[in-house]
C-alpha cells in the first residue's frame, strides 16, 4: 500500500514538472512570437517610409515645384529607386528628359525615312522604352557583382562577431577589405548611421538601394536577433552557407542553359542578318520593303514579332533560384 502510494506521488511530481516545463515553453514562444510580431510591424513602418529618405536626398529635385509633385508619384518613387540601384547619378526629371529625347529621335529618324507617321509613334515609344531597357540591364549587372561579394561579407561579419567586436565595427571593418560596389554600400550603410540613422533604418535603407533577396535574407536575419536575441554569428555562419549554395546553384543552371541562350541569341540575329545579307545580294528584290507602304507595314510588323519573341525567349531562359 505504502509503495503504491509512494509510486502515485511520484508520479504526480514527474507530471506536474513536466506540465511546468511545458507552461514555461509556451510563454517563451508566446514571449519570441510577441517580439517577432513587434519587429515585423517596425520593419514595414521603416520600409515603407524609407523611398521618402530619397526625396530628403533631393534625387527628385532639379525643376523648381516638381519636388511635391513628384512625392505624390508612386511611379516617381519606383524610378528614384531604379536609378539608386543601378547607381546611376541621374534625378528622376532627367532620366525622364532622358526617355523623352531617345523616343523623339528614333520616332523623327523613322518617320522621315519611313514616310510613315504611325512607324514613326511605334519608334517613339521603343525608343523612349530602350533607356528604361539599359537601366534594367545595368541594375541587374550591379546586383549579380553584389551578390558575388556577399558570402565574403558575412563570412567577415561572423567572424569579427565571434571575435568579440560589435555589429557596426564588423561592418567598418568589412568595408575596409570589400571590393566595390558591395564596399561602396557597406560604408552608405557606415555614413547612415553616422548621421543620425537608427541601425534598424541603415539596414533597411541598404536592403532597398542593393534590392537583391539574398541580402534581404541577411538583412531580416539580423534585424530579427537584434529584437529577439540569439547568437549572431551562428546566425550569420547558418545564412552564409546558405547564400553559398545558392549561388553555386545558380552557377549550375546558367551552365545548363548556355546552349539555349546562345540558342536564343542566334534567333534574334538571324532575320536581321538575313535581311541585310538578301539587301547586299540583291537590293531591287528588297526594295519594296522600304519604298512600298506595304512593305513599311510588313517591317513594322517583323520588328514587333521580333521584340516580342526577343521577350518570349528571355521570360523562357529565367530561372528563379
Known amino acids: ?14 507530471v506536474s514538472a513536466l506540465a511546468a ?5 509556451l510563454a517563451r514562444e508566446a514571449s519570441a512570437r510577441e517580439r517577432i510580431t513587434r519587429f515585423a510591424g517596425e520593419y514595414q513602418r521603416i520600409a515603407e517610409a524609407e523611398p521618402l529618405v530619397a526625396v530628403r536626398r533631393g534625387r527628385l529635385r532639379g525643376v523648381a515645384g516638381l519636388e511635391a509633385a513628384l512625392r505624390r508619384q508612386r511611379w516617381a518613387l519606383q524610378l528614384d529607386l531604379l536609378l539608386e540601384q543601378a547607381a ?5 526629371p532627367e532620366f525622364v528628359a532622358l526617355q523623352a529625347l531617345a523616343g523623339l529621335a528614333c520616332g523623327v529618324v523613322v518617320a522621315l525615312l519611313g514616310g510613315v507617321p504611325v512607324l514613326g509613334v511605334v519608334a517613339f515609344g521603343l525608343g523612349a522604352w530602350l533607356p528604361l531597357l539599359w537601366l534594367k540591364r545595368r541594375r541587374a549587372t550591379r546586383r549579380r557583382r553584389l551578390d558575388a561579394g ?3 561579407l558575412i563570412s567577415m561579419l561572423s567572424t569579427s562577431v565571434k571575435a568579440g567586436f560589435g555589429l557596426m565595427q ?4 568589412a568595408a575596409a577589405q570589400l571590393d566595390r560596389p558591395l564596399a561602396t554600400e557597406v560604408q552608405r550603410l557606415l555614413h547612415d548611421m553616422a548621421v543620425g540613422s537608427t541601425a534598424e533604418e541603415a539596414l533597411v535603407a541598404l536592403n532597398q538601394r542593393v534590392g537583391s533577396y539574398d541580402l534581404d535574407v ?33 552557377g549550375h543552371v546558367r551552365a545548363l542553359t548556355a546552349q539555349q ?11 536581321l542578318v538575313a535581311a541585310l545579307g538578301m539587301f547586299a545580294l540583291n ?6 520593303l522600304i519604298t512600298t507602304t506595304a512593305g513599311r507595314i510588313m517591317l513594322a510588323g517583323g520588328a514587333v514579332g521580333q521584340v516580342l519573341g526577343m521577350i518570349t525567349l528571355r521570360r523562357m531562359l529565367v530561372i528563379d533560384v
Open 150 to 152: 556577399l558570402a565574403e
Open 261 to 271: 541562350r546562345l540558342s536564343a541569341l542566334v534567333l534574334m540575329a538571324l532575320p
Open 1 to 14: 500500500m505504502v509503495t503504491a502510494m509512494a509510486a502515485l506521488l511520484a508520479l504526480v511530481a514527474v
Open 283 to 288: 537590293a531591287d528584290y528588297m526594295r519594296p
Open 218 to 250: 541577411v538583412v531580416t536575419a539580423i534585424l530579427i536577433q537584434r529584437q529577439v536575441g540569439g547568437n549572431l554569428s551562428e546566425i550569420l555562419e547558418g545564412v552564409g552557407q546558405t547564400i553559398r549554395e545558392r549561388e553555386r546553384l545558380r
Open 21 to 25: 516545463w511545458r507552461q514555461g515553453e
Open 170 to 173: 564588423a561592418f567598418d571593418q
Open 88 to 92: 546611376v547619378q541621374l534625378k528622376v
